[in-house]
C-alpha cells in the first residue's frame, strides 16, 4: 500500500493518522497532519468541508472500516473546495476556530516581539563596543556607562525570564567579541537570578562578564584571530590577558569582586585552567559562574564557525565529557536555565515534525517553543508551537545540523552565530538603551 492513501468522511475513525489537505489557517488543529485522538476530532474533520483526507497506514494505530460503515457520515464538497469559515463552519467549530485564530494571533505578536529584541540587543552589542572604543579616551564616563548597562540586563532578565535565541548573521567585521561579551553577560546574569545571588554583587558580576575579556587588548590580532592551533610562544602570550584585564581594570578603578572575574574567567574547577591553576572554591563563585558561560558560548560561537557546536551539543559535551572542570552545583544551575533542549536546538517532534527551540519554558524545561518547518508557509511566518499548550505530542530526539537537509535548516535556521537575550519589554521602551 501506498505511504499515503485516500480515505472518504465515513472511513474515520479513532487511531488513523490523516493529512489534512488545506492551509494551516484554515482548520482548528495545532498540525495538518496528526493521529486522531477521539470522536471529537473525527466530528471537526467531518466539518471542514472536505470529501477525502490523505491517510498514512504506518503510521496508524487502527484499520480501515470499510466505506460505507454504520458511522458513515454525509458527503461534503470536494477536497479542493476549501470551507468558506463564515459561513459553512459547524457550531461545534466555532471555540476550536476561535483557538487558532487567538494562535495566530499570539505568533504575530511572538513575531514582532522578537523583531524589537532582534533590534534591542543589536543596540546593546553596538553600545558594548562604543563602550570598548572609548575605555580609556573618557574612561569615568564609559564605566557609568557600562554599569548602567549592565543594571539594566539584570532589570529585564528579573522582569522577563523565558530566555530565547537569535541567530546573528554573517560577521561583522571582527565585532563578534561584543556579541560574546553580551552573551556571557546574560548568561552569567540569568545563572544570578536561578541561585538568588544578592542584589549587592550582581552588578559585580555583570561589569566583570561584560568585561571579562578586557585584558584583549594587549594581545596581538593574529593570535586572537588565528583559526590554527597556536605555538608554544602564542599560547603563553594568549595566556597573559586575564593579568593584563587585571591591569586595566585597575586603571579603570573596577571593584575588587569585578577585578576577580577578569583575572580568575578561565581558571576551571579541577585545576587545569590558567593563570594561576586554581581549583575548586579556590576560584571565586562570581567567576566560576563565569567560567561556565564563557566556556558554552565559545563552543557555540567558535572563531571558526565551521567548529561551532548545536546549544544541545554544547550543554551534553560540557555535562558528560567536562563535567569536572567546572562548579558541578552550577553547572545543574546552568542546564536547569537553558532547558533540557537550549534554544537553538534541531528537534524531531513525535508527530515526526522538525523544528527548532526558540524560547525556554523555565517552569517546565521540556516543554519549550518550537518553530515548525513546514515547506507550504513562508519562514518569514512560521508556525510556532507552544508545546506547553500541544499535550498530545512531545519532543522525540535532537538533531544535528549536519543530519537536516540544507533546505530544512536553512528555513529554521538561516544565520550562523548564537546569541541570547531576554525581552525587556515589561520594563519600558528604555530598558536597552539605543
Same mark, same amino acid.
Given at each position: 500500500?501506498?505511504?499515503?492513501?485516500?480515505?472518504?468522511?465515513?472511513q474515520?475513525?479513532?487511531?488513523l493518522?490523516?493529512?489534512?489537505?488545506l492551509?494551516?489557517?484554515?482548520?482548528?488543529?495545532?498540525?495538518?497532519?496528526?493521529?486522531?485522538?477521539?470522536?471529537?476530532?473525527?466530528?471537526?474533520?467531518?466539518?471542514?468541508?472536505?470529501?477525502?483526507?490523505?491517510?498514512?497506514?504506518?503510521?496508524?494505530?487502527?484499520?480501515?472500516?470499510?466505506?460505507?460503515?454504520?458511522?458513515?457520515?454525509?458527503?461534503?464538497?470536494?477536497?479542493?473546495?476549501?470551507?468558506?469559515?463564515?459561513?459553512?463552519?459547524?457550531?461545534?467549530?466555532?471555540?476550536?476556530?476561535?483557538?487558532?485564530?487567538?494562535?495566530?494571533?499570539?505568533?504575530?505578536?511572538?513575531?514582532?516581539a522578537?523583531?524589537?529584541?532582534?533590534?534591542?540587543?543589536?543596540?546593546?552589542?553596538?553600545?558594548?563596543?562604543?563602550?570598548?572604543?572609548?575605555?580609556?579616551?573618557?574612561?569615568?564616563?564609559?564605566?557609568?556607562?557600562?554599569?548602567?548597562?549592565?543594571?539594566?540586563?539584570?532589570?529585564?532578565?528579573?522582569?522577563?525570564p523565558?530566555?530565547?535565541?537569535?541567530?546573528?548573521?554573517?560577521?561583522?567585521?571582527?565585532?563578534?567579541?561584543?556579541?560574546?561579551?553580551?552573551?556571557v553577560?546574560?548568561?552569567?546574569?540569568?545563572?544570578?537570578?536561578?541561585?538568588?545571588l544578592?542584589?549587592?554583587?550582581v552588578?559585580?558580576?555583570?561589569?566583570?562578564?561584560?568585561?571579562?575579556d578586557?585584558?584583549?587588548?594587549?594581545?596581538?590580532?593574529?593570535?586572537?584571530?588565528?583559526?590554527?592551533?597556536?605555538?608554544?610562544?602564542?599560547?603563553?602570550?594568549?595566556e597573559?590577558?586575564?593579568?593584563?584585564?587585571?591591569?586595566?581594570?585597575?586603571?579603570?578603578?573596577?571593584?575588587?569582586?569585578?577585578?576577580?572575574?577578569?583575572?580568575?574567567?578561565?581558571?576551571?574547577?579541577?585545576?587545569?585552567?590558567?593563570?594561576?591553576?586554581?581549583?575548586?572554591?579556590?576560584?571565586?563563585?562570581?567567576?566560576?559562574?563565569?567560567? %561556565? +558561560?564563557?566556556?558554552?558560548?565559545?563552543?557555540?560561537? /567558535?572563531?571558526? =564557525?565551521? $567548529?561551532? @557546536?548545536? !546549544?544541545?551539543?554544547?550543554?551534553?559535551?560540557?555535562?558528560?565529557?567536562?563535567?569536572?572542570?567546572?562548579?558541578?552545583?552550577?553547572?545543574?544551575?546552568f542546564?536547569?536555565?537553558?532547558?533540557?533542549?537550549?534554544?537553538?536546538?534541531?528537534?524531531?517532534?513525535?508527530?515526526?515534525?522538525i523544528g527548532?527551540?526558540?524560547?525556554?519554558?523555565?517552569?517546565?524545561?521540556?516543554?519549550?517553543?518550537?518553530?515548525?518547518?513546514?515547506?507550504?508557509?513562508?519562514?518569514?511566518?512560521?508556525?510556532?508551537?507552544d508545546?506547553?499548550?500541544?499535550?498530545?505530542?512531545? %519532543? +522525540?530526539?535532537?538533531?544535528?545540523?549536519?543530519?537536516? /537537509?540544507?533546505? =530544512?535548516? $536553512?528555513? @529554521?535556521? !538561516?544565520?550562523?552565530?548564537?546569541?541570547?537575550?531576554?525581552?525587556?519589554?515589561?520594563?519600558?521602551?528604555?530598558?536597552?538603551?539605543?
Open positions: 500500500m501506498l505511504d499515503n492513501a485516500t480515505i472518504t468522511m465515513d474515520l475513525r479513532v487511531g493518522y490523516i493529512h489534512l489537505d492551509k494551516w489557517f484554515e482548520h482548528p488543529f495545532a498540525f495538518s497532519h496528526f493521529r486522531i485522538k477521539n470522536e471529537e476530532q473525527i466530528k471537526t474533520i467531518r466539518s471542514l468541508g472536505l470529501k477525502a483526507v490523505r491517510y498514512n497506514p504506518a503510521l496508524s494505530e487502527a484499520g480501515l472500516p470499510p466505506q460505507g460503515s454504520p458511522q458513515s457520515a454525509p458527503q461534503h464538497a470536494a477536497p479542493d473546495a476549501a470551507p468558506n469559515m463564515a459561513t459553512e463552519m459547524a457550531p461545534d467549530m466555532a471555540p476550536m476556530l476561535a483557538a487558532k485564530r487567538a494562535m495566530i494571533a499570539r505568533i504575530q505578536q511572538q513575531r514582532e522578537a523583531m524589537r529584541i532582534e533590534n534591542a540587543f543589536v543596540d546593546t552589542a553596538n553600545t558594548i563596543r562604543d563602550i570598548g572604543k572609548n575605555l580609556f579616551s573618557k574612561p569615568a564616563e564609559t564605566v557609568a556607562q557600562a554599569t548602567r548597562l549592565v543594571t539594566q540586563i539584570a532589570d529585564s532578565i528579573i522582569s522577563e523565558e530566555l530565547a535565541i537569535h541567530v546573528m548573521g554573517d560577521k561583522m567585521g571582527g565585532e563578534e567579541l561584543y556579541f560574546h561579551s553580551l552573551n553577560t546574560i548568561l552569567s546574569m540569568m545563572m544570578a537570578r536561578d541561585i538568588k544578592p542584589q549587592a554583587v552588578g559585580s558580576l555583570g561589569m566583570g562578564a561584560l568585561f571579562h578586557i585584558g584583549h587588548k594587549e594581545i596581538p590580532s593574529k593570535i586572537l584571530q588565528k583559526m590554527e592551533p597556536l605555538t608554544h610562544a602564542e599560547r603563553h602570550f594568549y597573559l590577558h586575564p593579568q593584563y584585564g587585571v591591569e586595566i581594570g585597575l586603571r579603570l578603578k573596577f571593584a575588587s569582586s569585578t577585578q576577580a572575574v577578569i583575572r580568575e574567567h578561565h581558571e576551571l574547577f579541577d585545576g587545569s585552567g590558567f593563570p594561576a591553576a586554581l581549583k575548586g572554591e579556590a576560584i571565586g563563585l562570581l567567576s566560576r559562574i563565569v567560567v %561556565i +558561560a564563557n566556556h558554552y558560548d565559545e563552543l557555540c560561537n /567558535p572563531l571558526n =564557525i565551521n $567548529n561551532a @557546536l548545536t !546549544p544541545h551539543e554544547a550543554l551534553s559535551l560540557m555535562f558528560t565529557k567536562l563535567r569536572s572542570k567546572f562548579d558541578p552545583k552550577l553547572l545543574q544551575v542546564i536547569r536555565c537553558l532547558g533540557v533542549y537550549p534554544p537553538g536546538t534541531i528537534v524531531q517532534l513525535s508527530n515526526g515534525v527548532m527551540i526558540t524560547t525556554i519554558n523555565t517552569a517546565q524545561p521540556m516543554k519549550p517553543m518550537v518553530m515548525i518547518y513546514d515547506a507550504s508557509i513562508r519562514k518569514e511566518e512560521a508556525i510556532l508551537v508545546m506547553q499548550r500541544e499535550t498530545d505530542i512531545n %519532543i +522525540a530526539k535532537a538533531i544535528r545540523p549536519a543530519q537536516v /537537509p540544507r533546505e =530544512i535548516y $536553512n528555513y @529554521l535556521s !538561516p544565520r550562523k552565530r548564537v546569541s541570547y537575550y531576554f525581552d525587556a519589554g515589561k520594563a519600558g521602551p528604555e530598558t536597552i538603551p539605543k
